[in-house]
């Protein structure tokens, strides 16, 4: 349980570096860093890990599977990270951690549509009490959140959306392959579409780097990116995509920790209510899928041998990313 503890630590700073690093650096040239940083990690890991001991060749990719890894790269890394860079110019956030406690929701309602999964009242009644959840954070009825504060909370949601989608979607085109291979490769991408929009929108002239700055842009690129990415795939090895999916209960709780202890954050009633909603209805919606992947597991860490990278595919896949994609 450690090793979840970790990533789900790791995964809920995101937010709060993000909000350190901002008024120095703008959302898009975070976002870029980001994933730079993340990329140098990750892509080294994936060739390291296709050499070891006990690994196969990996074919490249053809033309097909590159447009699939090309619309991962966007919709879980590009696009998400943009805009809950720019959601941190408008919630707090631990208000943005919680908001990203809804990808498991979004996950079953594109499961669903692209996957032709067949809900059942669960499933239905927690994608219900999710939105009610999100009402309740987002000051739906009342007049003390602004409108600005309201798109920040509209991009958090697009972006967990953008993550369900994508999870999803490398689940139907891309269970084959590794995981590990995959997250290098749309981390490559990734560079590649933001590195033109983080130069046309950064200013040089108007940033501001100092040592708390930087140590949060890397701490931000290197822990609760590549980090936490590695730490969840050591946990779906060892522990299972059950245990590795408690991640999603945990990160708002770091997340909500985090901004009051670092950043000073109110605690409102609004957002321990909306946070207790929402990670009642994840757990609604989570326990039918655990019970639908219980029968693909990987072996336990008390087992001398670890599962092939192959069985880390199907499991990683039968269980959504949650993160970072969450955030």
Known sequence: MLGVVLASTMWGLSSVLMKVALPGVPPFGIAFIRV???????????WVRSRGP??????APGGRERMHLAVLAVTTVALPFCLT?????????????????????????FAVIMLGHRPGKRQIGAVAVGLLGVAVLAGLGSQDLTASSRCGCLAVLAASGCYGFGWTYMRRNLSHRKPLFIAAAIQSGAILVLLPLAVVTTDTSRVELTPTRIASL?????????????MNYRNIARLGPTTAAL??????????????AVLGEPLTARLLVGAAIILGSVGLAMQRRNKRASPVRVQSSTEPKLPTDSAMSRTNNGEPHVFRATT
Do not use: N
């Open 36 to 46: 730079l940083l993340s990329g140098l990690v990750l892509m080294p890991a994936a």
């Open 85 to 109: 860079a720019w959601a941190q110019q408008h919630v707090d956030a631990s208000l943005s951690a919680v908001l990203h406690a809804t990808v498991p929701l979004w996950t079953t309602g």
């Open 54 to 59: 006990g690994s196969v060749d990996v074919a």
């Open 218 to 230: 890397l701490a931000l690129g290197l822990i609760s990116t590549a980090g936490a990415e590695l």
């Open 247 to 260: 991640t999603a209960y945990l990160i708002p709780i770091v997340g909500v920790a985090a901004g009051i």
